[in-house]
Antibody, heavy 118, light 107 residues
Framework: QVQLQESGPGLVKPSETLSLTCTVS????????WNWIRQPPGKGLEWIGY???????QYNPSLKSRVTISIDTSKNQFSLKLISVTAADTAVYYC????????????WGQGTMVTVSS | DIQMTQSPSSLSASVGDRVTITCRAS??????LNWYQQKPGKAPRLLIR???SLESGVPSRFSGSGSETDFTLTISSLQPEDFATYSC?????????FGQGTKLEIK
């Protein structure tokens, strides 16, 4: 059974860079699209972007200037970097996958809370 | 961006009730509509994909319907474990967007 696990700092200072990693276990990272999704406290879900196992990416235009998603297939991991963070970036960050275009997010990580505060 | 609007935002119901949650897209998304259930402190769980395809392991009391811009999620007979927040999501095109969620509470 494929499982996803997010890891990274739970506290980031304003203007600094948020960095998270998602580790895929129980299956291969190949042939899927790997996503980052976030949820501010008490609010709805926001898609951040995805990376295909080949390395191609797509980002939400609302975050595109600040986001980079990368992949390391040898480690079965993919990562998120969000620069110049503010309090508005405080959220639970999830990694999730889908199989092909038009598909649903079928497997999710448990999520990790990231707080932006000095 | 495609805006997804759910109604109601919250709903009180009793065990055994039949409930319906609606989701409207700001433009046609064919059947590229998915439903998720989320409990406090947990990740979303996929219930229905492609507007009406029940995910494996999801009880048959859950069903989905609709196409183009109007969709519904129906729970035929509420069980205690169904009290949660439900969100719709369009996978028609990027940026993928979610509804604001419907919180289903015990009456």
């Amino acid at each position: 059974q494929v499982q996803l696990q997010e890891s990274g700092p739970g506290l980031v200072k304003p203007s600094e860079t948020l960095s998270l990693t998602c580790t895929v276990s129980g299956g291969s990272i190949n042939s899927y699209y790997w996503n980052w999704i976030r949820q501010p406290p008490g609010k709805g879900l926001e898609w951040i972007g995805y990376i295909y196992y080949t390395g191609s990416t797509q980002y939400n235009p609302s975050l595109k200037s600040r986001v980079t998603i990368s992949i390391d297939t040898s480690k079965n991991q993919f990562s998120l970097k969000l620069i110049s963070v503010t309090a508005a970036d405080t959220a639970v960050y999830y990694c999730a996958r889908f199989k092909r275009g038009g598909d649903a997010f079928d497997i999710w990580g448990q999520g990790t809370m990231v707080t932006v505060s000095s | 961006d495609i805006q997804m609007t759910q109604s109601p935002s919250s709903l009180s119901a009793s065990v055994g009730d039949r409930v319906t949650i609606t989701c409207r897209a700001s433009q046609s998304i064919s059947s590229y509509l998915n439903w998720y259930q989320q409990k406090p402190g947990k990740a979303p769980r996929l219930l229905i994909r492609g507007a009406s395809s029940l995910e494996s392991g999801v009880p048959s009391r859950f069903s989905g319907s609709g196409s183009e811009t109007d969709f519904t999620l129906t729970i035929s007979s509420l069980q205690p474990e169904d009290f949660a927040t439900y969100s719709c999501q369009q996978s028609y095109g990027t940026p993928y967007t979610f509804g604001q969620g419907t919180k289903l509470e015990i009456k």
